[in-house]
């Protein structure tokens, strides 16, 4: 089931390929440039990367995996934060006050090059996010490529066992730009790729605590 919305501040679509609500908006080129410039300052910079190594708190088979928050660009954090609030509301209602809750962030930079992968893995929070920043040069070719089972370099969501008659898992392909919201426990993946270049993404958390003691922020979020 697909639903879509658009509206003058922010459009995306709600997915449910097998149960759990995943969203797909996109972000202006404009904000991928600046985040690629903040992420290209670690990157390159190799003290910088060792100062802000976060591949400790991953699963990931890849090369370099940096600490960037998303608060370093405003604009992203607002749309960010809108988005979340349309996938909270669109899961539970008016169980979820937004002006009763705090809401955080932890994110990082993945720097993806040929054969690193990310194996089936969860998250430890409530939602989680992924931003498409960059992608290697001849990616699309490689991509055409792969006419049995094409995955390379892509992000796979897998919901259960394979089984008769329900869909177990959505394949998504990389495209700059694309951001995606699931909840934290669902499982999922990234395939390797063979191209030269980068495969980049900013990946994030997203924690939610009610400001109200004793309650919670809203049952149903994490189902």
């Known amino acids: 089931m697909t639903e879509k919305v658009r509206d003058q501040q922010i459009s995306y679509d709600l997915y ?6 995943i969203m797909k908006s996109s972000v202006p080129q404009n904000i991928i440039d600046i985040m690629n410039s903040k992420a290209n300052d670690i990157l390159k910079d190799d003290d910088k990367s060792k100062e802000l190594d976060y591949s400790q708190n991953l699963a990931g088979n890849v090369k370099k995996e940096v600490a960037l928050s998303l608060g370093e660009v ?4 607002t749309i960010v934060n809108k988005l979340v609030t349309e996938y909270i509301l669109k899961t539970v209602g008016n169980q979820f006050n937004p002006e009763k809750t705090n809401m955080s962030y932890t994110s990082w930079v993945v720097s993806q090059y040929a054969g690193d992968f990310n194996p089936v893995h969860i998250h430890d ?29 892509c992000l796979e969501f897998v919901g259960s066992v394979p089984n008769t008659f329900s869909k177990h898992s959505w394949m998504c392909k990389p495209i700059i730009g694309d951001l995606y919201l699931f909840p934290s426990w669902l499982l999922h993946q990234v395939y390797p790729f063979r191209s030269e270049g980068e495969r980049r993404s900013m990946a994030f958390n997203i924690h939610l605590r009610s400001k109200v003691p004793g309650t919670d922020v809203g049952k149903g979020i994490d189902k």
């Open 74 to 77: 405003k604009s992203l954090e």
């Open 125 to 153: 929070s409530q939602l989680s996010g992924v931003l498409f920043l960059k992608l290697p040069p001849n990616y699309e070719e490689e991509y055409r490529r792969e006419d049995h089972y094409p995955s390379v370099g």
């Open 16 to 21: 449910t390929p097998f149960g759990p609500r």
